[in-house]
């Protein structure tokens, strides 16, 4: 059956072996640092570079990032320090765990 089959290929897809059990979170931080267009730049690399995170997206004139991170591999406290440790202390302004 056509459906089945696609249903079973996304499945295969979706969930490769290694990641069975990480789940997938996001994080919103308030980065009230951020005081010039070039801060963004700086606050994403730092977040970037922390291992689990996935993805990562700043927002200037709300002084926020917002972080899509596997909490298998990091934690907000591990956001927050890399920021921190690049010059931009932050708190969370959310973990929006579900
Ligand atoms: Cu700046």
Redesign the pocket.
């Known amino acids: 059956m056509k459906s089945a089959f696609l249903v079973l290929a996304c499945a295969l897809l979706s969930s490769p072996p290694a990641t069975v059990y990480a789940t997938t979170r996001t994080a919103t931080l308030s980065v009230p640092g ?7 730049i ?1 606050v994403k690399k730092a977040l970037s570079r922390v291992d689990g995170v996935q993805q990562v997206s700043v927002n200037y004139e709300a002084k926020e990032a917002t972080i899509t991170f596997d909490d298998a591999k990091t934690t907000v406290s591990a956001l927050t320090k890399a920021t921190a440790d690049a010059g931009y202390p932050a708190t969370a302004k959310e973990a929006a765990a579900k």
């Open positions: 951020m005081t010039c267009a070039a801060c963004p700086t």
